[in-house]
């Protein structure tokens, strides 16, 4: 028995080559068509690849093929100090650059015994869910488009817009804050700016329901997503799945409750973590939005603590040469999308030895390989982006 295979190009990318599998004789006995979607595709959220191969409408096999943006930046985290990789760790996911700064500050801090300011703490922790409902809006926004509905990006667009501003009044940037710093923050709140945060929260807040409505009450998005690309809680362990996509499959693991840091361990009460048994990426999607609606919540209450906090300093003074002792520490954090670990690797000198990042996109994404068999091209767009993945985090 003898295979025989002919490519053709196709346009976005996608290129095809059909697979015939020849018996004794010359019969053909099946056509396989291999199917490469991307890596410039407006279907896949940037330069990742999918290899399907296909019996028809059905897709038989899939492999994600990732590295066309790989920057190298773990190799780069050895030749810049312990200041200057705040900058590298910012831009994996460019849509959770608070949380990435935040992991590799912790990581430095826990290697060095450091202690943070009870005030940069809380600002911490606020800033890192005003971060949470920037990133998961982006998605709230853009899943829908993916399936055929253009309403919800605007509003969700929106909203982004109002948390912006006040991250940007904040830190100056509106993707790259780079606020934190070894040892605390860049500088204090500015004056009023609390207030400034409470209003946009508000605001927010009085406007989530038109996803809600717009989208969950839309008959269609739910049918193209009820029962569709389920994922069973034995593919999340064997994967390393993490985030909504895994709560959305019943594994109930979140580090702000089971594993405290920041002043998550204060906010027991507000604090709720976000869990579906389906698995199916309209499951995915409610964890997305009310993990979102809860994220709000978390902000206000960081907000109430701050107000009744005294002025204080937010970071510690540093060493001009800041140095961290010989040795390793693991840090890890419940970024947006999943679980983020930085394992700090260090020779006693200004720069780390070792610094390797544990992005959740990357994991995430590996799943793909055992949820697409047997699923339709059709769905096959409905499923990749309910995985909620940046490219960046993916590539690193």
């Known amino acids: 028995m003898t295979r025989s295979t002919s490519s053709t190009g196709s346009a976005q990318g996608a290129g095809e080559t059909r697979e015939t599998t020849v018996g004794v004789g010359g019969a053909a006995e099946s056509t396989d068509m291999v199917l490469n979607i991307g890596p410039q595709h407006p279907s896949t959220h940037g330069v990742l690849r999918l290899r399907l191969v296909l019996d028809g409408e059905v897709i038989r096999r899939a492999e994600p093929v990732i590295g066309y943006m790989h920057r190298g930046a773990e190799k780069l985290f050895e030749a810049r100090d312990y200041r200057q990789i705040v900058m590298l760790a910012n831009r994996h996911d460019w849509l959770s650059a608070f949380s990435n ?33 920037l990133n998961h809006l982006m998605f709230l926004g853009s899943y829908p488009l993916e399936l055929g509905g253009i309403t919800p990006v605007f509003h969700a667009f929106r909203e982004r817009e109002e948390l912006q501003n006040v991250m940007e009044e904040i830190s100056g940037g509106r993707m790259h804050y780079m606020f934190n710093r070894v040892g605390g923050l860049k500088e ?88 579906r048994q389906e698995g199916d990426c309209l499951a995915r999607f409610e964890c997305l939005l009310e993990q979102t609606h809860n994220a709000l919540d978390l902000a206000d209450a960081c907000l109430d603590r701050l107000a009744e906090l005294p002025p204080g300093p937010v970071n510690q003074r ?4 800041l140095k961290a002792p010989e040795g390793h520490t693991y840090a890890w954090t419940e970024n947006p999308l999943g679980i983020n670990g930085y394992y700090l690797v260090s020779k006693g000198e200004k720069t780390p030895y070792r610094l390797k990042l544990r992005s959740a996109s990357y994991n995430n ?20 982006g309910s995985l909620f993945f940046v490219v960046g985090d993916i590539d690193k």
Do not use: C
């Open 101 to 133: 700064e935040l992991g590799v500050v912790m990581a430095v801090e826990r290697m060095t015994g450091m202690e943070v300011p009870e005030r940069a703490v809380w600002v911490r922790t606020l800033l890192a869910e005003l971060n949470r409902v």
């Open 188 to 275: 204090d709140l500015p004056a009023g700016w609390p207030g400034r945060v409470r209003h946009a929260v508000a605001e927010v807040r009085s406007r989530m329901d038109v996803f809600d409505r717009l989208v969950l009450g839309n008959e269609i998005f739910r049918g193209r997503t009820r029962g569709v690309g389920v994922l069973s809680p034995a593919a999340v362990h064997a994967y390393g799945v993490s985030g909504p996509i895994a709560r959305a499959s019943g594994v109930d693991f979140d580090l702000r409750r089971d594993e405290p840091y920041l002043a998550y361990g204060e906010l027991g009460d507000t604090l709720k973590v976000v869990t």
């Open 318 to 321: 540093l060493p001009k040469v």
């Open 365 to 384: 994404i590996q799943v793909l390989s055992e949820l697409l068999p047997g699923t339709l091209v059709a769905d096959m767009v409905a499923i990749l």
